[in-house]
Structure formats: C-alpha cells, structure tokens
C-alpha cells in the first residue's frame, strides 16, 4: 500500500519523551505550529526546568522581535506540560522520544509508553543513528513504532525524516507526515537502515574533511572552500556544532554497520582523549567564549587542536579539490542510499540533503547535481579519487549502471 493513499488518524494529544536541545525544540513546534497540546516528561525536576526553560526562551525571543503577541504567546504556552512521571499520557496520540542515543534505554523507554499510554499510541523515535527495526525488537505493537528524525536547532531546521520499518503500519507512516507537516516541516520518508539516508550521507563528507585535515591542510582553508561552494557551514564547523563527540560515538557504528569506507582518520580518537566535544564545551576546532572575543569578531581557529592532532597545518590544497574531494564522498553515499532502497526517490534524496544537511540549494541536491554535471563525469572523477585514495572511493554501483546506459535520475 501506498502512504500516499491512507489517511493518517487525527492527532489530539502529543507526547515528549526528554527535554532536552531536541525535546525542547519539538515541544516548541508542536506548541507554536502544530496548535496541539503537548506534555514533557522527563526524568527530574531538573530536567523538566531545562525543558520549560528552552521552550520559553523561544516564545521570549519571538516575543522580542514582535513575531508574536503576548496574547499568543500566553495561549501556545498554556498547551505546553510537563511532569516526572507517566500520569496524564493515557490518551496520547503520538509519543515522541528524544532520549540518549543508547539501545536498552529507548528500549526500557518504549516499554513504559507501551503500559502507560492507550492500544493505539504511536511511539515515534527522534534517534539519528539507532535502526529504529533495532528499537522496536522489544515492542508488543511494532506496527506502532515510527522514526521521526529531526534537526537541531528544531525551530529553525525545516525537515523531518520519517523511517518506516517493515512493520511500520501504512497509518502510522500517513499520521508521523501529518504531524510533521502541521510542526511545519517538509517531510520525507525513508526506509530504515543504519543512519537512515540523512545522517548515513553526512559521515564520508565529515570524514573526508577529517582525512584533507589529517594530511595537514589548515581549518581556514578547508571550510571557506567549502562554504565559497554553496554550503552553508564548513565540515569543521560542523563537527563542533554537532559536538565531536557524538560523531565520535556514530562513527564505530557506521563502520560496523557499513564497513572499512566509513572510517574516520585516527585524528578523532586524539580530539576525544583531550576532551574536545566542540561548541557545548566550548572546545573543539574553534575557540568560544572569552578566548573568542578576544580575538574580535569573526570565527577563529583553536590553534592548540594542531598541536593535539600531530599536525603541521602549512599545506596548501586547491579548493576545488577540497570542494570534489568532501561534496563526492556525500553525493556517493546517496546514490548508494538510493541503490539499497533506503530511498523512495531521487527526488526525496534531493530534498533531503538540501533541507536537512544544507547542500548547495542552487545545485540542486546530489541526483539532480549528477544529472547536471553528467553521471559519466562524476563517475571519472570519484574512480580518479578511488585510484589516489582506496576504498572509501569506491563508486556507488547505481553511478556505475547510469554512467554506462547515460542515464538520469529526474525525467
């Protein structure tokens, strides 16, 4: 059955599992754009003010800049709750987890939705990089259990990836888009597999701007060239936005689950073992905080990450082939989604990759940007890299067969 085709059930109640950057922000949403009542739960008092803390800042902000009214405010505030424990999630419609990336504990998590809420309630995990077929192992109604995938900062990133499992009911599927749409996302559904499409295509770019770093190219050079490309951020930047840690954490993951071409340069276990996580502690890449305003405006690079890293960063690459080298690595990895049906379309991977990772708009997306510079071209370029750099350069056989036919991916 088509997706398209069922109706989505009417959602009444929403339900949040953590209150943290992600719970916050989902909170918001669902608050200010999906006009629905939401309810926190959260494992302390602690935790709860964090996330009533988060979700007020956003209204104050919007407030400030006059993008509301108190009135509103007062009203969108008044269907956002909150508590320690599961009373008053009986009739939940959605629950929505955003607890720490570890399998037992969404486990232990699904269970307690599963006895605290109705036969109906659909569980919706928020994870990046858990299966959600892996999550759903334990669960009494797997046909109840959905990937919801969004983006930090949430009320201002505007996908959502919905991951369906081979269980996943067609309603469950329609009723996730519905609620998407309505927090105001552009939504695109996925089938499940490690890393899902937008977090799998994400790593060989980080690890390929990891490795041009490694072989002693400076921070500068790498993001302005990326940026002067069309992306928004530079990789670097990046990694000390999502915090160096959880790519730390996703990285061994990815290599299981996708072997040798997945890992990174041994320079992240060095960030690791000196405790830089990036911007949350305010050492990573770049500096924050005092030691950045001291330097004045502007982003400046953490000098002592060479140091750590065994670097000597006086090697000048052309930034075309800094561009080539990390915007193919991504490209790649996206046809091979598409190749193994973790995609539904080209399309869906084009969106995606521009709404959720920030690929150069004007581009296109990855299908449309082969499409453009022609399946045979990106083909002979990746095989020219594949020869210089081994086998995370191995081509993705879809870009084989479409260069061989002279194929494209849109009509």
Known sequence: VDDAEVKPREIHRVGMLGGGL??????????????LPIRLKEINLEGLARGYKYVNDIYAERLKRRQITKFERLRKSALFSGTVDYIGFGDTDVMIEAVFENLELKHKVLAQVEEAC??????????????????????????????????????????????????TAPWVTATAVALGKKQGKTVIVVNDGVGFYTSRILGPLMNEAAFILAEGVAIEQIDGAMKRWGWPVGPITLLDE??????????????????????????????????????????????????AKKKGKGKHVDKSVYEVLGIDP??????????????????????????????????????????????????????????????????????????????????????????????????
Not at 257 to 273: C, Q, S
């Open 22 to 35: 992600m719970g916050g922000g989902i909170c918001y949403v669902t608050t200010q754009n999906a006009n």
């Open 242 to 291: 999502v915090g160096i840690d959880i790519a730390a954490h996703v990285g061994p993951i990815m290599v299981e689950a996708f072997g040798e071409r997945m890992n990174p340069p041994d320079t992240m276990a060095k960030l690791v073992a000196d405790d830089r996580k990036g911007r949350k502690n305010e050492k990573g890449f770049y500096l924050y905080g005092e030691a």
């Open 314 to 411: 006086s090697k000048t690459l052309p930034a075309e082939e800094i561009q080539m080298r990390c915007s193919l690595q991504f490209v790649n990895e996206a046809l091979r989604c598409f190749g193994d049906g973790i995609l539904r379309s080209a399309r869906d991977g084009d969106i995606g990759a521009i709404f959720g990772l920030g690929f150069p708009p004007f581009r296109g997306g990855p299908f449309r940007y082969v499409d453009s510079v022609g399946a045979s071209e990106v083909l002979r370029r990746i095989e020219g890299y594949h020869e210089r750099f081994g086998a995370r350069w191995e081509p993705a056989p879809v870009l084989v067969e479409m260069a061989k036919d002279n194929k494209k991916f849109h009509g």
């Open 118 to 167: 109705g036969p109906n309630t659909i569980f919706a995990s928020n994870t990046s990089s858990l299966p959600i077929t892996k999550i759903a192992a334990g669960a009494k109604r797997p046909e109840l259990v959905v990937g919801m995938h969004y983006f930090s900062p949430v009320h201002k990133m505007p996908l959502l990836e919905v991951i369906t499992t081979a269980k």
